[in-house]
């Protein structure tokens, strides 16, 4: 994966930190999620799950057509459903429209477009993602995510 693929998602995520009134619980759960999506795109997902709670989990709703790994417990689980996930498209493009935090909830509503590399078809999906964190660590990731027309 290239570094640059998620800039916007991480720029994103460091504004919404930096712009932050309401203590700095929210804006360090913010920048750890920039942080993590950053060390995904470098490949290096030992650093991405650094952090993560020994529990993590990951639930993901999605359209059928995606080959993924949609339920994961445990960091080596986790790791395992990153690394088959992120190799089953290409050209994977997401835009973030809305941030949203509150205690230790971070929200991302976004789109994404990309294909699909098992059939060569395109895709463009609207998503949320929704990260918890328990005590200061990412405790779960849940996404769902539909066609978009």
């Known amino acids: ?35 993590q999506i950053d060390a995904i795109a470098r490949g290096e997902l030992e650093a991405a799950l650094a952090c993560a709670h020994p529990e ?14 949609r339920r994961a417990v445990g960091i080596e689980a986790l ?39 098992e059939t060569g078809a395109a895709y463009h999906m609207q998503f949320v993602h929704r990260f918890t964190f328990v005590d200061g660590r990412l405790k779960s990731i849940r996404i769902v995510a539909a066609k978009s027309t």
Not at 103 to 113: I, N, P, T
């Open 1 to 35: 994966m290239s570094p640059k693929k998620f800039d916007d998602v991480t720029r994103r995520l460091a504004e919404s930190a930096a712009s932050r009134t309401d203590g700095d619980r929210a804006a360090a759960n913010l920048l750890s999620v920039g942080q």
């Open 56 to 69: 993590i989990e990951l639930e993901i709703f999605a359209p059928p057509e995606f080959p993924w790994i």
């Open 79 to 117: 790791t395992a459903a990153i690394r088959q996930n992120f190799a089953s498209i290409d050209d994977q493009r997401p835009t973030i429209h809305n941030v949203v935090t509150e205690h230790d909830l971070v929200v991302l509503f976004g789109e994404e477009r990309g294909v699909i590399r």
